[in-house]
Nanobody, 120 residues
Framework: QVQLVESGGGLVQAGGSLRLSCVVS????????MGWYRQAPGKERDSVAG???????NYASSVRGRFTISRDNAKNTVYLQMNSLKPEDTAVYYC??????????????WGQGTQVTVSS
């Protein structure tokens, strides 16, 4: 059974930083692309960043230059470093695992989400 467990969310002031972590168990983590998504109240869930099994990353235009996705295959963990946070970054952030080596299509597995709140 595949499980994704996020941590690291919380309340931060605008301009601050947070680092989210997602530990994956039950899958061959190193073979699969990973992604971070977010969902704000009343809005759809959107992709924030994705990373291939080889470590190549892509970002939504709204976070490019402020957020960094990375992975540690030895720890079965994917990270999202979030800097220069803005109130509009407030959302529930979800970790996701893809069935492929690149983050394309719909993820196969999801975490339970972690709340990030940025105060102005």
């Amino acid at each position: 059974q595949v499980q994704l467990v996020e941590s690291g969310g919380g309340l931060v002031q605008a301009g601050g930083s947070l680092r989210l972590s997602c530990v994956v168990s039950g899958s061959i983590f190193s073979r699969n692309a990973m992604g971070w998504y977010r969902q704000a109240p009343g809005k759809e869930r959107d992709s924030v960043a994705g990373i291939t099994s080889g470590g190549s990353a892509n970002y939504a235009s709204s976070v490019r230059g402020r957020f960094t996705i990375s992975r540690d295959n030895a720890k079965n963990t994917v990270y999202l470093q979030m800097n220069s946070l803005k109130p509009e970054d407030t959302a529930v952030y979800y970790c996701a695992e893809f069935a492929y080596t690149i983050p394309t299509g719909t993820p196969r597995y999801w975490g339970q989400g972690t709340q990030v709140t940025v105060s102005s």
